[in-house]
């Protein structure tokens, strides 16, 4: 079992994030390879159990797997995260400096947006925020393959000819976006954790995780914020 877990890890670690189906797959051909059984590893719980074994030997190196599912998508992710390292070891070495920079600006640039997303087109438009004296002047061609790379690695996802903030991005710089842009980002009022998406109050406009609020309201009816009476759909 322990070289199933070491290849689950390094597929993790190579892809950054990964649909929860694929690393099922992966799970499944990796079972009939060892001749291992996969009855133990059906259900999500199963799954969840299997992935904080691998955090026991990952987190020293602030290392972890996790399960995330998207709000906009409603698809789940097993996304790998760099934790408590300085952001530009978290944030791969072989960009260039103006790269990062470029990374950054796009964090910005969705945060202060309204759905923290902005259309495919405007990806040109954020390169040319940077200081115009940064050596190394990124390519529109470039760009492109930025934004392709950092998609395929959960950094941002796309829907709707725009791009949002995915799920690794939600994971490793959650804390980072909302220590930096703490009127646009907050925590759920329910359970302490980031929310982004999700579901608005129509009285107070405080955002709430959709399952967080369907469980609440189960027992009151009242918005947990304003203690007016929740009327928003759910």
Not at 48 to 68: A, S
Not at 77 to 98: E, G, H, I, R, W
Not at 128 to 137: E, F, G, I
Request: glycine residues 2%; aromatic residues 12%.
């Amino acid at each position: 079992m322990d070289m199933i877990k070491k290849q689950l890890l390094q597929a993790c670690i190579n892809h950054g994030s990964m649909k929860l189906e694929i690393f099922q797959r992966m799970l499944r051909d990796l079972c009939k390879a060892y001749e291992i059984s996969e009855e133990s590893f059906v259900t999500v719980e199963e799954l969840t159990i299997l992935i904080n074994e691998i955090n026991e030997n990952i987190n020293q190196y602030d290392q972890m797997l996790t399960i995330v599912k998207h709000p906009l998508n409603n698809e789940e992710y097993v996304v790998f995260a760099m934790l408590k390292s300085n952001l530009a070891c978290k944030f791969q070495p072989q960009y260039t400096d103006n790269e990062r920079k470029y990374f950054y600006k796009l964090l910005e640039t969705l945060a202060n947006s309204e759905d923290f997303g902005i259309e495919w087109n405007d990806i040109y438009s954020v390169a040319n925020t940077l200081p115009t004296n940064a050596q190394h002047p990124i390519s529109k061609q470039r760009i492109q393959d930025l934004e392709d790379q950092w998609t395929s690695q959960g950094y941002f996802i796309a829907k709707d000819h725009k791009i949002f903030f995915g799920p690794r991005t939600i994971v490793e710089y959650g804390n980072y976006l909302k220590n930096h842009f703490p009127e646009f980002i907050k925590d759920c009022v329910l359970c302490s954790k980031i929310v982004f998406w999700d579901i608005k109050c129509n009285e107070c406009e405080v955002k709430l995780h959709r399952e967080c609020i369907r469980k609440y309201l189960s027992k009151k009816t009242n918005c947990p914020n304003c203690k007016k009476k929740w009327n928003t759909h759910l």
